[in-house]
């Protein structure tokens, strides 16, 4: 079991921006394939970005290619997401997830593939 707690919403102007932070608590967060999704109001939750158990293989929605950047820190549980240049669209709901994994460089894009799930952090953009 993993409990995934967000942190670093909030509002900030177009063009700025904002780093999110996923702590998980419970075993074997190294063993973990950790993504970011996000909701916009009305909208399905979208895939955002997803990063491999040992940090060596992410990908990024066509979206925030170039503007976001996943990161993580396996001694300290935590992943993060650096999200630059930021845009009104890219306002929504960020949920931090996460998914066993017996392979190095898998990752997934799939939200029906991850088994754990945070509260989710506001983000806004103003225009």
């Known amino acids: 079991q993993v409990q995934l707690v967000e942190s670093g919403g909030g509002l900030v102007q177009a063009g700025g921006s904002l780093r999110l932070s996923c702590v998980a608590s419970?075993?074997?967060?190294?063993?973990?394939?950790m993504g970011w999704f996000r909701q916009a109001p009305g909208k399905e939750r979208e895939f955002v970005a997803a990063?491999?158990?040992?940090?060596?293989?992410?990908v990024y929605a066509d979206s925030v290619k170039g503007r976001f950047t996943m990161s993580r820190d396996n001694a300290k549980d935590e992943v993060s997401l650096q999200m630059n240049s930021l845009k009104p669209e890219d306002t929504a709901v960020y949920y931090c997830?996460?998914?066993?994994?017996?392979?190095?460089?898998?990752?997934?894009?799939?939200?029906?593939?991850?088994?754990?799930w945070g509260q989710g952090t506001q983000v806004t953009v103003s225009p």
């Open positions: 997830t996460a998914r066993a994994s017996y392979f190095d460089y898998t990752v997934n894009r799939n939200l029906r593939d991850y088994d754990y």
């Open positions: 419970g075993r074997s967060f190294s063993t973990y394939v």
């Open positions: 990063i491999s158990r040992n940090g060596g293989n992410t």
